[in-house]
């Protein structure tokens, strides 16, 4: 009795490990960037994910913010991707499912949700927050001020010297008119 006993129980641990590792590599895996993803207005957020799962998925992004919540893209793997007109021209798919957004409004900033579903039904859905960031605008506007103050100022220094070089030459030509005689009197002395 006893050894049949010991054969039960290993073949349930078996069993149970087939069915643990079966149900580990069911499982749909998304790994993603741990760090928000930040970019300029104007400029481009890759969201780059790496999907683990069986069969060909179907990927589906959608944007989330505090005001509204918006597909913008879905497509098979390896098929043609249907992008919401909202975002046609801005949007490019990756083959491994990764997301690029280009021309960045400051409205895009918000909650970018990936949903994996595999052909069995089974689906996973992984959030990446993105920040688009002004700096590029504040650092433009601080530069064309700075210029202006600098012009500002070269010009007011121009024309404090303009007017400095127009006193000189008027207070010589004034002592000139008025030392012209006796000038004229030494002048004439040694003819
Ligand atoms: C996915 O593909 C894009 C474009 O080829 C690439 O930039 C990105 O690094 C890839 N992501 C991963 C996690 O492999
Ligand atoms: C694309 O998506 C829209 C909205 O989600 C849907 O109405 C339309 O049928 C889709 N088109 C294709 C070709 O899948």
Redesign the pocket.
């Known amino acids: 009795m006893r050894p049949a006993c010991i054969r039960l129980s290993e073949n349930t641990q078996i069993l149970y490990l087939i069915f643990s590792l079966c149900h580990y590599t069911q499982a749909i895996t998304i790994?993603v960037p741990r760090s928000p993803i930040t970019a300029p207005v104007q400029g481009r957020a890759?969201f780059?994910?790496?999907i683990t799962c069986t069969g060909t998925p179907a990927i589906r992004w959608m944007f989330s913010s505090v005001s509204k919540q918006q597909s913008i893209v879905a497509w098979m793997l390896g098929g043609a991707a249907n992008v919401t007109k909202m975002y046609e021209g801005r949007v490019q798919t990756?083959?491994?499912g990764?997301l690029t957004i280009t021309d960045l409004r400051l409205q895009d900033s918000g909650y970018y949700t990936i949903t994996v579903t595999e052909p069995s039904g089974n689906s996973k859905d992984v959030c990446m927050v993105l920040s688009v960031t002004e700096v590029l605008y504040e650092d433009i506007q601080y530069f064309i001020v700075f210029i202006i103050v600098l012009g500002t100022l070269a010009a007011f220094l121009m024309l404090c010297m303009w007017l400095l070089n127009k006193l000189h030459n008027f207070i010589k030509a004034w002592r000139q008119r008025r030392c012209l005689p006796e000038h004229n009197e030494t002048e004439l002395q040694p003819l």
């Open positions: 790994q890759l780059s994910v790496d990756h083959p491994n990764s």
